[in-house]
């Protein structure tokens, strides 16, 4: 059996401020393997940008064990990227696309293959042809088009979307959606990512997590339900969102976070 690429036993976090210490999540159990696409859904305040800080080995777990391929995650780890949904904050304006997705690779490798991982990454990206423009020239989705590149360029064997499409519009959000899944199925990594949006969940992923709790309220996060997505691939807009059991699933989720009226 391939060892799981992340395993989460009673995990814990907690947070602190000026007001004190709060329990942000709670017993949070979950295994996710090698390739997968897996989808976490919540209402707000439930503790999703923590668990994927924790996942990036950014925010430092309080109890319970977090490993990544065995190992104790206890930092930022090699092969571990993250795509925000704030792409205008996350990339610098005064860079050419090339530049920025070159960013993270500068001064590390020679400059022969930065040049083609960064040409592989524009490419995969659907971005050639734009390398030397700057981002004032790119719409909102061509511009999260260079943060993924920028991740892509670190040949991943992980990455972490933090609501990566939340902040696009309905057409360009289906548009980059297929260009995840068409990446993964080029790259095969693990992409573990967190959305509001119920039916992007079910499109992009193997197993999507409801993550419940009311953190200002005093109930720390913890994962609800799991939820298998056994749809065919490859997927698409039009006719995976058409059948029966896409449906049916995002009723199971809608119910799941209390969004279906009792």
Do not use: C
């Amino acid at each position: 059996m391939n060892q799981p690429m992340y395993e989460l036993k009673n995990v814990a976090v907690d947070l602190s401020n000026a007001a004190g210490t709060r329990r942000i999540l709670e017993d949070v159990s979950m295994t996710v393997m090698p390739n997968e696409v897996v989808g976490i859904v919540g209402r707000s305040g439930t503790g999703k940008t923590t668990l994927m800080r924790a996942l990036g080995g950014l925010t430092p777990i309080t109890e319970g064990s977090l490993t990544l391929q065995g190992k104790a995650v206890t930092g930022p780890a090699d092969g571990v990227v993250t795509v925000f949904q704030d792409y205008g904050n996350a990339l610098l304006p005064w860079r050419t696309v090339a530049k920025n997705v070159a960013l993270p690779l500068e001064g590390k490798v020679a400059r022969s293959e930065l040049r083609d991982r960064v040409s592989t990454a524009i490419e995969m990206v659907q971005l050639k042809g734009r390398e030397n423009d700057y981002l004032s020239s790119l719409s909102g989705g061509m511009q999260q088009r260079v943060q993924i590149a920028r991740a892509l360029v670190l040949n991943p064997r992980v990455v972490l979307m933090d609501e990566p499409f939340g902040a696009l519009d309905a057409l360009t959000k289906a548009s980059l959606q297929d260009v995840l899944l068409g990446l993964h199925e080029q790259n095969q990594a693990t992409i573990i990512f967190i959305t509001h949006d119920l039916e992007e969940a079910i499109y992009l992923s193997d197993r999507t997590f409801v993550i419940s709790g009311n953190v200002s309220s005093g109930q720390p996060g913890h994962l609800s339900m799991e939820v298998p997505v056994a749809l065919p691939r490859p997927r698409n807009q039009l006719t995976t969102r058409e059948m029966p059991e896409y449906i049916a699933l995002r009723h199971r989720l809608a119910e799941a976070i209390d969004l279906v009226p009792a």
